[in-house]
């Protein structure tokens, strides 16, 4: 294998039965702009038993710097990531999905800006899923965790499912991981990858860079993970789908200094929020007689987390304003739905309260 060149990149392929996938994905690494020498491409199989190993050799007889790993026996998708951290050499890591592809984008630009200011953990880039750019804000810049994660919980319009950002969306200093041992949780299998990231931050001083390019192309198909615990309905598992946004969110208000009782309010607002649009969807199907496909059981179960969120703040004997709850939601909804019809003007959301402004140089 070719000699890493200091400071450069792993690319951190966690795969089980992915072999049909991972032509395309290595296709998609040229997106990237760098040379065989700048990076390497690190394969850790769960114990497959599809063509993966064929696929993996002839990729090999192309390429010098692909490092494959198959365990023994299946560990779980998440001791799989882990396994990705533990056999990493770059000093820069990007974990990838075998279902996702890169995108045209200048990587090398944003880790020399890491390699030039120590201060800041890592990169948060803009991710493409379903038709949307993630989170698409309109300021590049440093950005301070505990600021960041205070708008996103306490302020409604920015409240949302993904924080910090998907796990496909940053770049990572593997060196801040291995001395925090910064590890993937079992217990939140869902969400584990926002904690991972905000932890690494929170470990580096703070803060983190945002650039507004689109990295990777994240897709949802029927042989994802995501597919069977946000789509398909005959599989719905609340704990994996709600359980772990609660658990997730409470460490990661931990790790911005918000109070429980505010994480509490955060999330009954966003499920009230989803429990208005289920009713805005009925609505407007009983007026229009047609019907709103509902691409994600979000929507149709939250009022199933908001019964719980309520029975945790009964518990914790945590006083909650149900009726500012449900006008805050109610404003949102309202807001999300304008938007939707293009009569909101505002497409991309403003972090120039709390960005500090900088140059990618």
């Not at 064929?54 to 560990?75: R, W």
């Not at 803009?126 to 440093?142: A, M, Q, R, T």
């Not at 789509?231 to 598992?237: G, L, T």
């Amino acid at each position: 294998m070719s000699q890493l060149v200091k400071g450069l990149l792993t690319i951190g392929i966690p795969t089980y039965n992915g072999g049909d996938n991972l032509a395309d994905l290595f296709s998609s690494i040229k997106n990237l702009g760098l040379s065989e020498n700048e990076y390497e491409i690190l394969v850790v199989d769960n114990c497959s038993n599809d063509n993966t190993d064929t696929v993996i050799e002839q990729f090999k007889a192309q390429v010098s710097n692909l490092n494959y790993y198959k365990n023994g026996n299946n560990i779980g998708r998440i001791e799989n990531w882990n396994k990705v951290i533990e056999l990493t050499r770059g000093d820069y890591l990007i974990i990838m999905n075998v279902n996702d592809r890169f995108l045209n984008f200048d990587v090398k630009k944003h880790i020399q800006y890491l390699e030039h200011h120590p201060e800041i953990s890592m990169v948060l880039t803009d991710i493409k899923f379903e038709g949307h750019i993630y989170p698409n804000w309109l300021e590049s810049g440093v950005i301070n965790l505990e600021a960041y994660l205070k708008k996103t919980f306490l302020d409604p319009e920015y409240l949302e499912f993904h924080s910090v950002g998907v796990l496909h969306q940053h770049i990572f200093r593997t060196k801040l991981i291995i001395d925090h041992n910064i590890r993937f949780d079992v217990q939140i299998p869902r969400t584990t990858d926002r904690v991972f990231t905000a932890e690494i931050v929170k470990s580096g001083g703070g803060m983190f860079y945002y650039s507004p390019q689109i990295m990777v192309s994240w897709h949802i198909n029927k042989n994802r993970y995501h597919y069977n615990v946000h789509i398909k309905p005959a599989d719905f598992n609340f704990s994996e789908l709600w359980i772990n946004e609660y658990k997730a969110n409470v460490q990661l208000a931990n790790l911005g200094n918000i109070s429980y009782k505010d994480v509490l309010k955060s999330q009954l607002i966003l499920a009230s929020f989803f429990m208005q649009v289920k009713q805005l969807r009925a609505l407007k199907n009983k007026i229009f007689k047609a019907q709103t496909p509902t691409k994600g059981m979000e929507v149709p179960t939250a009022s199933i987390f908001y019964a719980y969120l309520k029975t945790m703040a009964e518990f914790n004997e945590v006083s909650i304003n149900y009726y500012a709850v449900k006008a805050i939601a109610l404003w949102r909804t309202v807001s999300w739905y304008m938007r939707s019809i293009n009569l909101y003007k505002k497409n991309k959301r403003s972090l120039k309260d709390i960005i500090k402004l900088v140059e990618l140089v």
